[in-house]
């Protein structure tokens, strides 16, 4: 496990993630990002959020996934420690000091050990 320092400050956009369960089925929709292996998606409840495309079996505009995922975003701020889980598609799935698990951009991580 990599331990890092936050070197930019990030904010949560979505406060509602999507949560998803290996076999769920979603709807996807095309929608503009700055982020490439991402996937807009759409699940039963109209509950929505970006997966990575390497988590989903996309067949036109809809797509299973392949895996358990959870769209939790972390706000943090520089000089925040955190322990790195898992690298995808320019994120990663972290770890703060107390706990809190979630989804921060690469480009906001320095010093990682």
Do not use: F
Not at 32 to 51: F, I, L, M, N
Not at 90 to 108: F, L, Q
């Amino acid at each position: 496990m990599k331990k890092a320092k936050v070197a930019k400050s990030y904010k949560s956009a979505y406060p509602d993630p999507l949560i998803l369960r290996s076999g769920q089925k979603l709807r996807t929709e095309e929608k503009e990002s700055e982020w490439p292996g991402w996937t807009w998606c759409v699940d039963d409840d109209g509950r929505a959020g970006w997966v990575p495309s390497s988590y989903l079996q996309i067949t036109e505009n809809t797509a299973r996934a392949i895996t358990d995922y959870n769209a939790n975003e972390l706000t943090v701020d520089i000089g925040d420690e955190l322990q790195l889980l898992e690298e995808e598609s320019g994120w990663y799935w972290c770890e703060n000091s107390n706990g809190e698990r979630g989804w921060v951009p690469a480009e906001c991580i320095s010093d990682i050990d």
